[in-house]
């Protein structure tokens, strides 16, 4: 598991931690120390901590005039156990949205599990991001399952296009873009 780096082809774009007003400015991140570990296995140092014993992030991009950011997660999501779910919006996504951040993606094919509990941290979540939207892409199959299994793909949009997204070939302005146009059009009568 200290292999799986988050994605960093486009820090000449932007980086968390030299942004003022990221949940993440100022953290300064080892190259070679590893100090972080889910249950008994080091992850790589990039990651950033939130909070959360499992679950971990990397807020890759975010355009305040467009509204929007990606995140790739990594990690066990466990709301069971240890409320993810709570840290990651107390800690990461309520610092965006003050900052009118209302279109959320997130990176999930290196979320290994989804344990459930309760699904209000995602109901407050979509209800404070007015006409914004969270799209999940890549995330595995049986974690995907979970999420429906709760009804948290009432608030996340996942499945068809989301889930094949060969997102590393594009910027981060064209991925929104086409996320953004396949979400109108699911929501298109």
């Given at each position: 598991?200290?292999?799986?780096?988050?994605?960093?082809?486009?820090r000449s774009l932007y980086i968390a931690s030299e942004d003022n007003r990221s949940p993440f400015y100022n953290r300064r991140n080892s190259e070679f120390e590893f100090t972080?570990?889910?249950?008994?296995?080091?992850?790589?140092?990039?990651?950033d901590?939130?909070?959360?014993?499992?679950?971990?992030?990397?807020?890759?991009?975010?355009?305040?005039?467009?509204?929007?950011?990606i995140?790739?997660?990594?990690?066990?999501?466990?709301?069971t156990l240890y409320n993810?779910?709570?840290?990651?919006?107390?800690?990461?996504?309520?610092?965006?949205?003050?900052q009118d951040i209302k279109y959320f993606l997130l990176i999930g094919e290196n979320v290994l599990e989804f344990h459930s509990d309760t699904n209000d941290y995602f109901e407050e979540w979509f209800d404070n991001i007015g006409d914004g939207w969270i799209v999940g892409l890549n995330f595995r199959d049986?974690?995907?399952?979970?999420?429906?299994?709760?009804?948290?793909?009432?608030?996340?949009?996942?499945?068809?296009?989301?889930e094949e997204m060969v997102w590393r070939k594009y910027l981060p302005d064209q991925l929104f873009e086409i996320v953004n146009n396949l979400i109108?059009?699911?929501l298109e009568p």
């Open positions: 598991m200290h292999n799986i780096e988050p994605y960093y082809n486009w972080n570990a889910i249950y008994d296995h080091y992850i790589h140092p990039q990651w901590e939130f909070g959360s014993k499992t679950l971990y992030a990397k807020l890759l991009y975010t355009d305040y005039e467009k509204q929007y950011c995140i790739e997660l990594f990690g066990e999501w466990n709301d993810d779910i709570m840290f990651f919006y107390r800690n990461v996504i309520e610092v965006l949205v003050e049986h974690v995907l399952k979970e999420f429906m299994d709760t009804n948290i793909d009432y608030y996340i949009a996942f499945g068809g296009r989301f109108t059009k699911r």
